[in-house]
């Protein structure tokens, strides 16, 4: 999917817990900072990956960087492949760096909460969903975020912390474009944009709150994880999401 020069939504499918969906990692490039991959789907899917880019005339060798929107499994879940493919730094903000690099278990793969939605998919998605858990993945992160920064690359990108699905959330402003890349902070649901799912953020509260780091900035497009783009009335649609936040 399109989202603006060099700048590619990549459509994958993805499944989690007997849940189809597709998610949108975003692809970055140019020919002096080379490819800057945002999010990086399910373990497993750095073929899928790789397609994608081949659609675009790239390489997996282009990736230069990883930034790492939050610690999700279906967010970090294939960088530790793809870093080790293409030496590629992996960046994350500070709060969600021990549990991307698996120092600490992953805040939502907790067995205990998930236990019960395992008693409907079948057996072997079962299996496989358990094998998943009991070895999740980790990638080392190189560049620790605080938020706040203004990364120097695809004309800068700004890192906003919005924490509350995770510790560590953030969402990335790609400036040239006016674009967010809202990771899990926002989501579109029949073409409207909303805030965070409140079954998957341990913090709502405090995830709706954040949205207010999201003021300072004109944005036109806001590309979620969950959904693909809004583009339609987006500033109006934020002030609003925001005002509910306080």
């Not at 002096?32 to 994608?52: C, F, H, N, R, S």
């Not at 998605?125 to 858990?133: F, M, P």
């Not at 938020?147 to 510790?167: A, D, N, Q």
């Not at 909303?194 to 913090?203: E, K, L, Q, Y």
Request: aromatic share 4%; with cysteine; glycine share 10%.
């Amino acid at each position: 999917m399109r989202i603006g020069e060099n700048t590619e939504a990549l459509e994958i499918t993805m499944s989690l817990l007997g849940n189809r969906g597709v998610i949108y990692p975003v692809l970055l490039w140019d020919d002096t900072d080379g490819a800057t991959l945002v999010d990086t789907g399910m373990p497993g899917q750095l073929a899928d990956i790789e397609g994608k880019l081949r659609d675009l005339g790239l390489k997996l060798t282009d990736i230069r960087r990883i930034l790492l929107t939050h610690q999700d499994i279906d967010h970090i879940g294939s960088a530790g492949d793809i870093a080790r493919a293409t030496g590629a730094e992996v960046y994350a903000h500070d709060a969600d760096v021990p549990y991307i690099q698996g120092e600490r278990p992953l805040l939502k793969l907790d067995m205990s909460r998930i236990e019960s939605r395992l008693l409907a998919p079948p057996k072997e998605q079962q299996d496989r969903v358990r094998a998943l858990l009991s070895s999740p993945p980790s990638v080392k992160v190189d560049r620790v975020l605080n938020g706040g920064e203004k990364l120097p690359f695809h004309g800068g990108i700004v890192v906003i912390p919005t924490p509350g699905h995770t510790p560590g959330h953030v969402c990335y402003y790609l400036k040239t474009q006016m674009l967010l890349m809202a990771g899990d902070a926002l989501r579109v649901e029949e073409g409207s944009l909303i805030g965070p799912s409140p079954m998957a953020t341990p913090d709502m509260r405090r995830a709706v709150s954040s949205l207010k780091n999201l003021q300072p900035y004109r944005i036109d497009t806001v590309l979620c994880y969950h959904g693909g783009l809004a583009q339609r009335e987006v500033g109006s649609r934020l002030r609003e999401l925001t005002r509910i936040g306080g």
